[in-house]
């Protein structure tokens, strides 16, 4: 059975939205579908080519790049949401943040917006909450992309990449063909220390590199009351 996430991060058995992240390919396409974190699925046609270049020696194998370069796979946000049923749904599904941190700022450049929505605190890790209002990824992109992030704490501490991150296109939050909102998420542990006051979030888009010119990170100094 394939299990989706939705949005409100409640468990679906929808697997007419899943599709491979690393080619692209729907459940019907292929034989198997390994569901991962959020959105992401891996085939098992991509597994085997994982593995084959998990065998190669060469750092950069032809097989590695031309996974690596395939453009991403978008899932679109489901249009509507079930109810979720707390009452039976299993403990390590209720995922509700004990701390919601607002932010709502936003940045431009080159077309594009960048803004963080909230700060969201779990028991164990954090989340940035955001919306990257960009033009549309080109239709068949088979992997997801990802916006990197580096969070800088005013007490020293450091937080780089994400954990389970997940990103979705919300063609229900805005009508310009020139722009598709995606919304997406990066995951961050451990939690901040309490005496964490100012915490400077940069944020890249890796396929920036290969901008004219080159698109440089975001950059917030977040205030955390
Ligand atoms: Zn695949």
């Known amino acids: 059975m394939l299990l989706l996430v939705t949005k409100d991060g409640v468990m679906s058995t929808d697997r007419s939205l899943a599709r491979c992240s690393f080619c692209g390919r729907h459940a019907s396409e292929v034989k198997h579908l390994v569901a991962g974190p959020g959105a992401a699925y891996i085939c098992d046609e991509c597994l085997q080519?994982?593995?084959?270049?998990?065998?190669?020696?060469?750092?950069?194998?032809?097989?590695?790049?031309?996974?690596?370069?395939?453009?991403?796979?978008v899932v679109a946000a489901p249009q509507t949401t079930p109810t979720p049923d707390k009452e039976s749904a299993p403990p390590a599904?209720?995922?509700?943040?004990?701390?919601?941190?607002?932010?709502?700022?936003?940045?431009?450049?080159?077309?594009?917006?960048?803004?963080?929505?909230?700060?969201?605190?779990?028991?164990?890790?954090?989340?940035?909450?955001?919306?990257?209002?960009?033009?549309?990824?080109?239709?068949?992109?088979?992997?997801?992309?990802?916006?990197?992030f580096s969070l800088h704490a005013d007490t020293g501490a450091q937080w780089a990449g994400d954990r389970g991150g997940m990103i979705v296109a919300r063609t229900d939050l805005g009508n310009d063909p020139e722009h598709t909102v995606y919304q997406?998420?990066?995951?961050?542990?451990?939690?901040?220390?309490?005496?964490?006051?100012?915490?400077?979030?940069?944020?890249?888009?890796?396929?920036?590199?290969?901008?004219?010119?080159?698109?440089?990170?975001?950059?917030?100094?977040?205030?955390?009351?």
């Open 184 to 225: 997406g998420s990066a995951r961050f542990r451990p939690l901040p220390e309490p005496e964490v006051k100012q915490l400077l979030v940069r944020a890249a888009d890796p396929l920036g590199q290969f901008e004219t010119p080159i698109l440089p990170p975001w950059e917030f100094e977040v205030h955390i009351p």
């Open 93 to 148: 599904l209720q995922h509700e943040p004990h701390r919601v941190i607002t932010l709502e700022v936003e940045q431009k450049q080159q077309g594009m917006t960048l803004l963080l929505q909230q700060l969201c605190y779990y028991a164990q890790d954090f989340e940035i909450h955001y919306l990257w209002i960009r033009p549309p990824f080109p239709a068949g992109f088979a992997f997801v992309p990802r916006l990197i």
């Open 49 to 73: 080519l994982c593995n084959e270049i998990l065998k190669d020696p060469a750092p950069f194998s032809p097989q590695a790049l031309e996974l690596a370069s395939r453009p991403p796979v």
